[in-house]
């Protein structure tokens, strides 16, 4: 038979495999060794097919496990990627193998003597052999040289003569493969009613509960009919940070030796040896950040996704995935069952609910009866702001009492606070663009000036005078950056300890827990940054959350810009936690804004609804598909404006526009196409040095 193997060794040229004989039946996902030029490569088989009589190829060298390291479901989801996400089979294999080399992924085998029969000796080499296995069940290797001294020559006399005999075992063969003993939690009858609705579907299902509703028991359960049917179980959480707070629940509910923590942070050793155990071991959990979907699980019976809407799902680096389709097609192979869980459910999610392609189960009933927190909105288009924007007198009034009462705040600021558009302070409008129905940027000239790009369709226009809407004169820049607000922070509270963290001051996980537990300890008053603070609110001492401007993520030009407000405003507002936050101020020039209004009501289901609506008319996603194409060579402008005109006049039925990124300085370029089937164009235009992102999540 002829095998398609793809060689550790990268090669141009040569990512989708390489064809080579056998004469034996080996499986796809084995791996073997194949000579390639003057070299003996590890390689993993693909696929299999008829031999072809026309071609002579070269024959494998050596399988070198009898078992295939990846499951045919593993494979079927691999070339899946591959082809959805127009990615070479190469960089799709990636994530399912921790680095090479990928032989040290197998079991390796513990070599034991055994005596025989002595009477067959000569010599007192030998005879030190005997005399140390005389008595005993079986010695290892290791110990048997050190005792002894032996060679393995001495050995090779001895087994030759069948005075001993030798036993080679494997790692992970001596395993007596058990079933943990199981804790399940308790369920209150809402819950009760949500596990039963989950267990009886046959298809994905959207676990739709706000904070504190109990949606972990309810997982809890899920996790223990797998196990109990013999399968194993794969958690996802957002984070890396997430994945250690979570731990301990799962481990009052098994041995530990059971559950493998698995994400992109560990060692390279570290990950290999969790690999191991999971593919050959006795792990029945797995918990870990989105790469934790490719653990070789090849008795998945269980995929969770803890908060699916969050944004850390998509991977930004080839395979530009998205954990959630990744794990709708693997669940799909393996017959498993995937279940998103969240608060305020993506509107990709929502609208497969909605559509009957999810079952929807709603918990709506708060655990332990907690209370939601009292929701001020204080409407920024009355302020006067002096030099203290964008900071009312209402939200300094509140700091201030705290600082007094020597109780905690945490303030929130979108993570694009920089992204200034224009609005209108009369009429509450921004500045639109007519292309793509989003507000427009503020931009400066080298020389400048100031003008207005929009950074869908790449359409520029100059500063109006007045209000388009309303003809008003009092057009305001509105953004914020968290510097700007420390400094007015230190002017008017000067005896306040702040903790800032944003991206600038935090570049790993560990940088945030040692912020939060600064809060913790008592050693800040004030904790102001992006989204990452929203974790601060569980702290026991902060009683003030504020939104500087909860609608300044609006201002970004991008169709998600809506649901991500939505999403950070509710978990702000929608937190009960264990302690109740107290108070929670929205700061907004836009207090009628769907995403401000919806969220201070905690109203998530409406507010979905509405913006599904939006999304329909303008045939955005999830009411068409998009791709994006990256130009990230220096001065991409005529590249980009060209393959967009191609585009356009090829397929006219096709939403097409180019402009440069909102981050990339100028110099970089994308293309964004949406419609019906975009990836129909990439077989038509040259994608050397273009990236290309199917599904993007970003798209300024
Ligand atoms: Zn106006």
């Known amino acids: 038979m002829d095998l398609r193997i793809l060689t550790s060794a990268k090669s141009p040229g040569i990512s989708g495999g390489l064809t080579y004989g056998s004469e034996r039946d080996i499986k796809a996902g084995s791996i073997v060794t194949v000579p390639l030029r003057n070299n003996s490569l590890e390689g993993i088989v693909l696929g299999i097919g008829e031999a072809n009589a026309k071609f002579k190829v070269k024959a494998i060298e050596n399988e070198l496990y009898p078992e295939p390291l990846l499951s045919p479901e593993h494979m079927k989801t691999m ?25 040290a992924l197998l079991p390796q085998g513990k070599v034991y003597y055994r005596l025989l029969d002595s009477s067959e000796c000569k010599g007192s080499k030998q005879q030190l052999v005997i005399d140390s296995l005389t ?22 006399v001895l087994l030759k003569r069948n005075v001993i005999e030798e036993i080679v075992s494997k790692e992970y063969s001596a395993i007596e ?35 504190g509703s109990g949606k972990t028991e309810v997982y809890m359960q899920l996790i223990a009919d797998a196990i109990e049917n013999g399968k194993q179980a794969i958690v996802l959480v957002p984070e890396i940070f997430l994945t250690e707070h979570s731990i301990p629940r799962y481990t009052g509910m098994m ?18 040896e969790t690999w191991k155990k999971i593919r050959f071991g006795d792990i029945k959990l797995i918990i870990g950040s989105r790469s934790a979907l490719f653990a070789p699980a090849h008795d998945l019976g269980l995929v969770i996704i803890d908060e699916e809407h969050e944004w850390t799902y998509k991977n930004e680096q080839s395979p530009r995935y998205h954990a959630r389709e990744v794990a709708e097609e693997l669940c799909r192979n393996f017959g498993a ?18 559509t009957g392609k999810h079952t929807l189960t709603v918990l709506s009933e708060r655990y332990g009866n907690a209370v939601m927190p009292t929701v001020k909105v204080v409407d920024l288009g009355n302020v006067h702001f002096g030099n203290n924007y964008p900071f009312s007198k209402t939200l300094f009034d509140a700091i201030e009492d705290r600082i007094q009462k020597k109780e905690q705040v945490v303030l929130f600021l979108n993570r694009r606070g920089m992204a200034t558009s224009l609005m209108c302070l009369d009429c509450k409008r921004r500045v639109m663009s007519p292309e793509s129905n989003l507000p427009f940027t503020v ?85 102001l940054g992006t989204q990452s603070v929203v974790k601060g609110l569980d702290l026991p001492k902060v009683t003030l959350a504020a939104v500087l401007i909860a609608d300044v993520g609006m201002s970004l030009p991008h169709f998600r810009a809506g649901e991500r407000t939505f999403q950070l405003l509710t978990q702000l507002t929608g937190r009960s936690g264990r302690k109740v936050l107290g108070e929670v101020i929205v700061q907004t020039f836009r207090p009628d804004c769907p995403e401000v209004k919806f969220s201070a009501l905690h109203r998530t289901t409406k507010y979905l609804d509405y913006e599904l609506t939006t999304r329909e008319q303008m045939s955005y996603p999830p009411y068409s598909s998009m ?44 293309i964004l196409v949406r419609g019906d089937n975009p990836q129909q164009i990439l077989s038509t235009i040259d994608l050397t040095d273009i990236v290309v992102d199917i599904d993007p999540l970003d798209c300024v």
């Open 443 to 527: 931009h400066k000239t080298p020389s400048n000036q100031f003008y207005l790009q929009d950074h869908t369709s790449g359409a520029t226009a100059r500063i109006p005078d007045e209000c388009p809407g309303c003809q008003s004169a009092r057009l305001q820049s509105v953004g914020a950056g968290t510097q700007g607000i420390e400094a007015i922070l230190k002017k008017k509270f000067p005896s306040a300890r702040i903790l800032r963290a944003d991206s600038d001051t935090l570049t790993n996980p560990e940088e945030m827990r040692s912020l939060l537990s600064k809060m913790e300890n008592g050693e800040a008053d004030i904790l």
């Open 627 to 670: 791709l994006r194409l990256i130009l990230r060579n220096t001065d991409q402008k005529h590249r980009a404006e060209k393959t967009t005109e191609v585009i356009r006049v090829k397929f006219p039925t096709l939403k097409v526009g180019c402009s440069p990124t909102f981050f990339g300085g100028g110099t970089n370029w994308h």
């Open 337 to 354: 069952k995937l279940v998103l869980g969240t608060a305020t459910p993506s509107l990709e999610a929502w609208y497969k609910a909605k």
């Open 255 to 272: 041995d530990e030796k059971y559950i493998a923590i698995l994400h992109s942070r560990l060692t390279p050793a570290q990950k290999r």
């Open 135 to 156: 008595g005993k069940d079986k010695v290892s290797w290791d110990r048997l040289r050190s005792e002894t001294g032996a060679t393995k020559a001495t050995i090779n």
């Open 177 to 211: 493969h058990t079933l943990p003993s199981l804790t399940r939690p308790t369920l209150s009858a809402h819950q009760s009613e949500a596990y039963k609705q989950i267990s009886n579907s046959t298809i994905p299902s959207l676990l739709f509960g706000v904070t």
């Open 79 to 103: 070339e899946w990627m591959s082809s959805y996400y127009c990615c070479s089979l190469r960089q799709a294999l990636r994530p399912f193998l921790p680095g090479k080399p990928w032989a």
